[in-house]
T-cell receptor, first 115, second 114 residues
């Protein structure tokens, strides 16, 4: 079946612009996660949704970052007034279960470059 | 919070040899340890995982061991092939309140030389 998809795959933004990154999870997956992956590093947690509820946003680096999942399926990560340090790959993952130890399936990521 | 350390950062092996990657974690509450393979330009792909009630798990050429007392776990790849070349990440996960995120290691660049 279809995996997690993300769009756009690449985004170039000028410093100060707003960007919106989209994630389409695997159909029926309850949990959705956003991670940020800097070059040469492992993914770092940003935020977590269970259905439409954002249960954990402790990893969002600043109030310029905002995520939503209004209908419990597609999610959007928005970054306002982008800065150069926001350049990274943004990964979305989804999973079926809500308990600990669920398998997370990752999308291909959106590579954001802020000039 | 959880801290996961991974080593080595780079590993080169000859085709057919074995590769071992090791990780340690800090939070004894962690109970789920997946390993991901990431190829250039792609998202991480789960290759194997282990839960804290199991000490070892094997899937064909890949095996993972877990030592909860020492808080470390390892990935073993036998009979390596050039297509195993990629970046490998270990991760630790736990459930604490509403927190369900994975904490990743910094990755190991594995190169299998033909």
């Amino acid at each position: 079946g279809a995996g997690v998809s993300q769009s756009p795959r690449y985004k170039v933004a000028k410093r100060g612009q707003d960007v919106a990154l989209r994630c389409d999870p695997i159909s029926g997956h309850v949990s959705l996660f956003w991670y940020q992956q800097a070059l040469g590093q492992g993914p770092e947690f940003l935020t977590y949704f269970q259905n439409e509820a954002q249960l954990d946003k402790s990893g969002l680096p600043s109030d310029r970052f905002f995520a939503e999942r209004p209908e419990g399926s597609v999610s959007t990560l928005k970054i306002q007034r982008t800065q150069q340090e926001d350049s990274a790959v943004y990964l979305c993952a989804s999973s079926t279960r809500t308990g600990s130890g669920e398998t997370q399936y990752f999308g291909p990521g959106t590579r954001l470059l802020v000039l | 919070g959880e801290n996961v350390e991974q080593h080595p950062s780079t590993l080169s092996v000859q085709e057919g040899d074995s590769a071992v990657i090791k990780c340690t974690y800090s939070d004894s509450a962690s109970n789920y340890f997946p390993w991901y393979k990431q190829e250039l330009g792609k998202g991480p792909q789960l290759i194997i995982d282990i839960r804290s009630n199991v000490g070892e798990k094997k899937d064909q050429r890949i095996a993972v061991t877990l030592n909860k007392t020492a808080k470390h776990f390892s990935l073993h790849i036998t009979e390596t092939q050039p297509e195993d070349s990629a970046v490998y990440f270990c991760a630790g996960g736990f459930s604490s309140g509403s927190a369900r995120q994975l904490t990743f290691g910094s990755g190991t660049q594995l190169t299998v030389l033909p």
